[in-house]
């Protein structure tokens, strides 16, 4: 092992030292939401091109992503049903190829709900990290989705779950919704390390609320924004094993 290799292992075993609580953004970060996303876009599609509805092939996975996005961004720190937002971003849609048909739309939500509720697994090395975890931090959940972790299988693991819909639309990185998080872990701020995939929401949220960060970076991507995290690691494993090794030293 370099000199280097040991001097950033001995940063790292630092990071978790004084951790009380830790909490986990969801989506992407214990199951592989963006995939399933995809898959459910393209069924609605394919049932639309099925139905000869779809002329000249307009709505496309990625018209549809982006119909969402804007509706998103336009009700941004308001959002408490994300399912009647994925109704209205396929309502918009189909409005834009002069179709305007109820049953059609909650037909389409029905199906893109179906597809994303089919296969839903927690990434093969959540569970057993977690159980590791559990032993001895209090565990929860700080999610801008609506995804339960008992909807991925995972049950009697979390100590609590937050989830911004629950809380009038306020989203990370709102500080407000980490200090929730804070509350609910029943910890100071510093003695919380928030562990997610985005680092915008997750670390660049966690920052500003005096919070410790874990950037889970499973396709090793370059960063998109100029954000330091506390810790930079490829699965949730590797929290665990840096746990083990506090532990053994
Ligand atoms: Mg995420």
């Given at each position: ?8 292992l001995t940063?790292?075993?630092?990071v ?13 970060t ?9 898959s ?7 049932e ?13 996975v ?11 961004d ?7 049903d994300?399912?009647?937002l ?6 918009a ?5 002069g179709i305007?048909d ?8 029905d ?7 089919e296969?839903n697994l ?22 801008n989705?609506?995804?339960?972790p008992?909807?991925l ?24 919704i980490f ?29 500003r ?8 970076n ?9 954000v ?13 094993d ?7 030293n």
């Open positions: 092992m370099s000199i280097y290799s040991i001097a950033l940063w790292w075993l630092g978790l030292e004084g951790v009380k609580a830790i909490s986990f953004d969801v989506d992407d214990l199951w592989d939401f963006d995939s399933i996303m995809q459910a876009l393209s069924a609605v599609v394919e639309l091109n099925l139905r000869g509805l779809n002329l000249d092939f307009r709505i496309t990625d018209s549809l992503d982006v119909t969402w996005q804007n509706l998103r336009h009700q941004k720190g308001q959002i408490t994300l399912v009647q994925r109704k209205d971003s396929i309502t849609a189909l409005k834009q190829i305007t109820r049953l059609l739309t909650t037909e389409l939500t199906l893109y709900f179906r597809v994303r509720h296969n927690p990434f093969e090395d959540v569970l057993p990290a977690l159980n590791v975890l559990k032993e001895h931090f209090t565990l929860g959940t700080l999610t989705g609506n995804t339960r008992a909807s299988g995972i049950d009697g693991i979390f100590d609590f779950q937050v989830l911004s819909v629950e809380h009038g639309g306020m989203e990370k990185p709102d500080p407000r200090q929730i998080a804070v509350d609910e872990a029943g910890c100071q701020p510093n003695e919380l390390l928030h562990v997610g995939d985005h680092l915008e929401y997750d670390v660049l949220g966690a920052l609320s005096g919070v410790r960060s874990a950037w889970v499973r396709r090793a991507v370059h960063p998109s924004i100029n330091t995290p506390d810790i930079e690691v490829a699965t949730i494993q590797e929290l665990a840096l746990h083990l090794r506090n532990l053994a």
